[in-house]
């Protein structure tokens, strides 16, 4: 885990006070050591950083970890990458892979099964984005620390996936 120097007795609410990054085989067992690293690092930044994590931002982080890890391993070949930052207002999970099309997230149906990945992360998190790159794309989701004031716990405050580069909102 990379951590910043908080500097002279505190740090900016945004400054990513722990990072870390990894990369994961795109076998059956990626998802599972997804899941076991983001909470290795959230325990190290509670530890190290003192930094309060709740259960819930744990639950969530591992959830989002665990929903985006697996659309990757579902739908782009090879090897996915995961970044993970710790800011003072939240936990940043960061997922890239090699398939360039970007996911749309289905209207809800409660007869469908399976693909509810994207409305569970939309759900839980307070911001979504989809960035196209060189090669594959890129996927952030903002799990906030703490419950924002005037807003359901968990909803989305963004754009919609659809136009090749932007946010969502549920």
Not at 48 to 71: G, K, Y
Not at 127 to 154: D, F, M, N, Q, Y
Request: glycine share 10%; with cysteine.
């Amino acid at each position: 885990m990379e951590c910043r120097a908080e500097g002279d007795g505190g740090s900016a609410p945004d400054e990513h006070l722990a990072q870390v990054g990894f990369a994961l085989s795109g076998d059956d067992s990626c998802i599972a050591d997804a899941r076991h690293h983001a909470v290795g690092f959230l325990d190290r930044a509670v530890e190290e950083r003192h930094v309060p994590v709740s259960d819930r931002v744990r639950d969530l982080t591992q959830l989002v970890v665990s929903e985006l890890v697996t659309n990757a391993r579902k739908y782009a070949p090879g090897p996915v990458f995961v970044e993970l930052r710790l800011t003072g207002r939240s936990v940043d999970v960061v997922v890239w892979d090699s398939d360039s099309a970007l996911p749309a997230a289905r209207a809800a149906d409660p007869g469908r099964i399976g693909q509810h990945g994207l409305e569970i992360v939309k759900a839980v998190t307070e911001s979504l984005s989809v960035e196209r790159e060189a090669v594959g794309k890129r996927i952030t989701a903002r799990i906030p620390l703490r419950h924002l004031p005037g807003k359901p716990a968990g909803a989305s405050t963004t754009r919609d996936l659809s136009t090749g580069s932007g946010v969502c909102q549920p």
